[in-house]
């Protein structure tokens, strides 16, 4: 079966901040803290029960597809729609390291695994239909590009299964309609247009003041630096350290370039840090990655260079090699560039402190707008036992 590929194809349109999924960043700084570009997950999954067959099939004869089970706002969501955030909720258990063998059992929090599934499927309608009610509130609707945008994604999808017929199989097999799959693309521009409406591409209508006031409690740091290593990388990633005749002399050369920046007269200091950082910095990974530096805070760096950059005012640079365990750094500390990725979040793309400061406003405001919902559910969504429902046999 094919469920877990199914339920792939719409992980953008459920998930509302998925419609803002920017390009992974893949080439990694030596001396960046290991867990600072590490997604966050739910570290129950792991001590969850062990696997047990889920019957889909059985669950979702159950009941009538066009069983009312939720209410929202006049608005009926029915079995197929909440079977689909069922089995996506599933999914996210799954993809976190969990199965599901006892539903009884605690996920997190106190949680049962039944609660956190169907919370987690009711949200995921509340979510949606907040995004329908904030529209209203905005007077945003689908635009024009949107709607051909819409349809080159669904005739891209259809190419890609080897036609409509197939595309639709591959639907169903997933527990997933038409109709559901055009629903939640919708809703996926239509979150993206109402985010634009309130805070512009990309969060540009914030100005560098809204986004240091709204992060100050963050403390960000930005620098960048000139690394001279002296520990070698293994092909199996382990670092090495260099003889300590090969150490003297690597510090030899990076006494010269502190000095070289130590005696600079000219006007352009930025200019020509840069100029020797390229010329010197086997930090290859930052280079090419942030090459307008490190956006950072407290602990994604390694401790050396995370301590001498706090020591440090805008502008300044530190009058001494600063040593860490995978080398000798010169650091250069900057103002912060808003429109920067912060290093924390640069595996999860290329989004900038600015846009992650207007999202974060923006997932206050659909708060607001969920709250604002008036939602009744039906006695058939009350009943619903899972355990009962997906016991094979």
């Known amino acids: 079966m094919k469920l877990k590929k199914i339920l792939a194809l719409l992980l953008s349109a459920v998930m509302i901040a998925a419609v803002f999924t920017g390009c992974k960043q893949t080439t990694k700084s030596p001396f960046v803290s290991s867990g600072s570009a590490t997604p966050s997950g739910a570290s129950a999954a792991a001590a969850s029960p062990s696997a047990a067959a889920l019957n889909y099939e059985k669950a979702y004869a159950s ?5 009312v089970m939720m209410t929202i706002d006049g608005k009926d969501v029915q079995w197929d729609e909440l079977f689909y955030y069922i089995t996506y909720s599933i999914y996210q258990v799954e993809s976190q390291g969990g199965q599901i063998s006892d539903w009884s059992a605690i ?3 106190e949680t049962t695994y039944k609660d956190y599934v169907l919370n987690s499927a009711a949200n995921f309608a ?3 239909e907040a995004i329908n009610y904030g529209a209203k509130q905005l007077n945003v609707a689908l635009s024009d590009k949107d709607k051909t945008d819409l349809q080159t994604d669904y005739d891209t999808q259809v190419s890609s299964s080897g036609g409509e017929e197939a595309f639709l199989a591959q639907l169903k097999e997933g527990y997933i309609t038409k109709e559901i799959y055009n629903m939640l693309s919708e809703i996926g521009y239509l979150s993206k247009d109402c985010f634009t409406a309130l805070y512009g591409d990309d969060g540009s209508k914030l100005s560098d ?3 240091a006031d709204y992060t100050a409690s963050d403390n960000y740091i930005m620098a960048k630096h000139i690394l001279f290593m002296t520990v070698t990388t293994d092909e199996s990633g382990n670092t090495n350290p260099i003889s300590d005749a090969e150490k003297a002399k690597v510090r030899e050369k990076a ?5 070289e920046l130590k005696n600079y007269k000219g006007k352009d200091f930025d200019a020509y840090f840069d100029e020797l950082m390229n010329a010197n910095s086997e930090d290859k990974g930052g280079l090419s990655s942030f090459p307008n530096g490190y956006l950072f805070k407290s602990g994604d760096m390694v401790t050396e260079f995370d301590n001498a950059a706090k020591a440090l005012q ?4 530190t009058p001494e090699l600063v040593e860490s365990t995978v080398g000798y750094h010169i650091i250069y500390r900057l103002p912060i560039d808003y429109n920067t990725t912060p290093i924390e979040n640069s595996s999860s793309g290329n989004q900038s402190l600015r846009f992650i400061a207007a999202y ?4 206050a405001v659909t708060d607001t707008w969920l709250n604002s919902l008036n939602v009744t559910y039906s006695n058939q969504y009350k009943a619903l036992d899972l355990e009962k429902l997906f016991a094979a046999g």
């Open 126 to 128: 509340l979510q949606n």
């Open 209 to 211: 003041k809204d986004v």
């Open 255 to 259: 006494e010269a370039v502190l000095t």
């Open 63 to 67: 009941l009538d597809p066009k069983t």
């Open 107 to 109: 996920m997190k929090d």
């Open 360 to 363: 974060d406003m923006y997932l």
């Open 314 to 317: 805008i502008g300044q640079f």
